[in-house]
């Protein structure tokens, strides 16, 4: 049995309409983020139609998270600073006033369209390097504990990616913005967390970046 799967979830609407939805069942203690992508391409195939036509969610926010970066770095010139590298090609940076950075897809301020997109033919021009938040990204309702799950993933995982920012900014890397994002977010605040030195989605075993609370709904059968 597949330690990741990605099932069917009847959903009725107000209306009393059925439609398909998706939910997940974790059955190995060792399941990782890539077992959990795998699982759900598998869903993919087997129960969506393809994208083609359609490039809705890639108008949308779209965060990165430290592990997206190595194969994002893969598009680039090889060098000494591969957060900075990707965000300063595909990312943009924000420090809210309570200082707290999102990192995202850049996208064109008027169309939303991120910047990797390719808006006439409506598809990815990344796309075997596209970003954790893309690949776990489907259009019909998630369950609650799988909504849960790719939020964990996407807040832990884009700290981790502030964190190495501001590492690498602090070992020479040009700042992002004017102003280094050190004298704007303490460091202090971003300590390692279960993201740290986790490279690949293969690498980040989803029971220990998770909450113990989701760990527990995700166990559970059924
Ligand atoms: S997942 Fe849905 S919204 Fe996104 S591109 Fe595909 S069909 Fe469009
Ligand atoms: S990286 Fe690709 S899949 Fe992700 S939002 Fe951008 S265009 Fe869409």
Redesign the pocket.
């Known amino acids: 049995m597949d330690s990741v799967q990605i099932i069917p979830l009847p959903v009725v609407d107000d209306l009393g309409l059925e439609s398909l939805g998706c939910d997940i069942v974790i059955h190995d203690d060792l399941a990782t983020v890539a077992d959990l992508l795998a699982a759900l391409d598998q869903f993919a195939g087997q129960y969506l139609a393809d994208c083609k036509g359609c490039?809705g969610?890639?108008r949308?926010r779209?965060p990165l998270i430290a592990a997206d970066i190595p194969a994002l770095a893969s598009l680039l010139p090889a060098g000494s600073f591969p957060a900075h590298a990707v965000c300063a090609a595909?990312g943009e940076l924000t420090v809210s006033d309570n200082g707290a950075a999102d990192i995202c897809?850049r996208r064109d301020p008027k169309s939303g369209a991120?910047?990797?997109?390719d808006t006439k033919h409506k598809c990815?021009?990344?796309?075997p390097c596209?970003?954790f938040?893309?690949r776990s990204h489907f259009c019909i309702p998630r369950s609650d504990k799988l909504s849960r799950l790719r939020e964990e993933i996407v807040n832990g995982g884009e700290n981790e990616l502030t964190r190495l920012l501001l590492a690498e900014e602090a070992q020479g890397a040009r700042p992002l913005q004017d102003k280094p994002l050190s004298s704007q977010l303490s460091a202090a605040d971003y300590p390692p967390n279960p993201h740290s030195g986790k490279a690949h989605y293969r690498d980040l075993i989803i029971k220990d970046i998770v909450s113990t609370s989701l760990w527990r709904q995700l166990k559970k059968e059924g």
């Open positions: 490039d969610c890639c949308e779209a595909f897809f991120c910047c990797l997109l990815c021009t990344a796309h596209r970003a938040v893309c």
